[in-house]
């Protein structure tokens, strides 16, 4: 595995961004949390949602108003398997990790849980919340509403957010299954990322108003936001490979964030008012655990898991390829070759850093691009 990138400690890389956190107004305790989540996705190699987003996403929201740094978790409306949370604009990692353990306590008691969440902000990978249950040999089942980036099947107008939706299934292997996907080919973060490095984005992902392919990263970036651009569902332009499903599981995902908990949908999460003014953007979640235990048992649960997925990872394979692959096993070797060398961060996101650094006077934190 090949990385040309220098590596930051986990430990010196969590300390600084809840340390920042911190200087903005976070608690100690969810900055913690919000640091552990970007990490995570860095564990897993997802980096369209980890460090690289620390200071876009979050810090830079919080310095506009548009992201409230002291948590309000507000439960609205509750029964014995569900609730309704009310965020309150506050960070979302924090709201989804309070409202995910919430669900995981109802289905300790009752088998199942939901809960879902309106007025929420960005809440990162939403793997984690899905680990959350698999963890505790439960299902998990989560997704979220996002700014509006995907165009419908047959249309150019950006309408649905990356929206996605995932899902975290226990097994007897030692990572579980865990599927987390955006219900567009690409999100907005991958192209952030694409912008970030000089990389072009693949023609494909993203349409213009003419209907045409985009692939200038930086200004796919600047058309999102003005209308001029969407990104393709999974499926990609179209009925001919079947972009209607992709456009299909994110409304799923969007009816799903909105309609239960009676939230924000579509343009009313543009971030912006009437003046065009930056506003927050209230998201909503929704989170599901089921305990695998109510069922015929963990242990059985876990044992026909894995064998599914042994006996995929042993079909045939196609010519040329070495190997078969089920979702988190890729991210499972990831993590086994960063977990002793740290983030790869590379010069961009450093010098971002140690800008932070110095304007809050964090001098005992030193990077290698100094």
């Known amino acids: 595995m090949k990385e040309t990138r220098p590596f930051v400690e986990w ?22 949390v919000c640091a552990e989540v970007l990490l995570e996705s860095d564990r897993r190699g997802i980096e369209s949602h980890g460090c690289n987003r620390f200071k876009p996403i979050y810090i830079d929201r919080i310095k506009e108003g548009i ?60 793997g984690y919340y899905a680990t959350m249950c698999t963890k505790n040999n439960m299902i998990g089942i989560t997704g979220t509403n996002a700014r509006p980036s995907i165009a419908p099947t047959f249309g150019v107008e950006n309408m649905l957010g990356t929206n996605p939706i995932t899902f975290g299934l226990p097994t007897d292997e030692e990572f579980p299954f865990v599927l987390d996907c955006a219900t567009s080919i ?11 490095n000089g990389m072009k984005t693949p023609a494909g992902m993203v349409i213009g108003n003419d209907g045409q392919a985009l692939t200038d990263s930086e200004q796919i970036l600047e058309d999102l936001n003005t209308g001029k651009a969407a990104l393709a569902p999974l499926g990609g332009i179209g009925e001919e490979m079947a972009g209607y499903k992709g456009y299909g599981y994110a409304t799923v995902v969007e009816i799903l964030s909105a309609a239960l908990q009676a939230g924000s949908f579509l343009h009313m999460l543009s971030g912006k008012d009437a003046q065009g003014n930056k506003i927050p953007y209230p998201l909503g979640h929704f989170f599901i655990a089921i305990d695998t235990e109510a069922f015929m048992g963990a242990e059985s649960f876990k044992k026909t898991a894995g064998e599914i997925l042994r006996q995929l990872r042993a079909s045939k394979k196609a010519p040329g390829q070495e190997r078969i692959y089920t979702a988190g096993e890729k991210e499972y070797e990831i993590w086994k070759f960063r977990k002793d ?21 964090l001098t005992q934190f030193r990077f290698s691009f100094e």
């Open 11 to 32: 430990e010196l890389a969590g300390d600084f961004m809840t340390a920042v956190f911190e200087k903005y107004g976070v608690s100690k305790e969810d900055a913690e």
């Open 67 to 126: 992201l409230n740094p002291e948590t309000k978790y507000e439960i609205v409306k509750e029964t014995p398997t569900t609730a309704v949370v009310d965020g309150h604009n506050s960070i979302g990692m924090v709201i989804g990790t309070r409202a995910m353990q919430l669900a995981i306590d109802k289905a300790e008691e009752y088998g199942m849980g939901m809960v879902a969440v309106r007025n929420s902000t960005h809440y990162g990978i939403a």
């Open 186 to 196: 690409s999100q907005r973060g991958k192209i952030e990322f694409y912008a970030r």
């Open 341 to 361: 060398k740290g983030v790869p961060v590379g010069e961009a996101v450093q010098k971002e850093f140690i800008k932070i650094r110095d304007e809050l006077g």
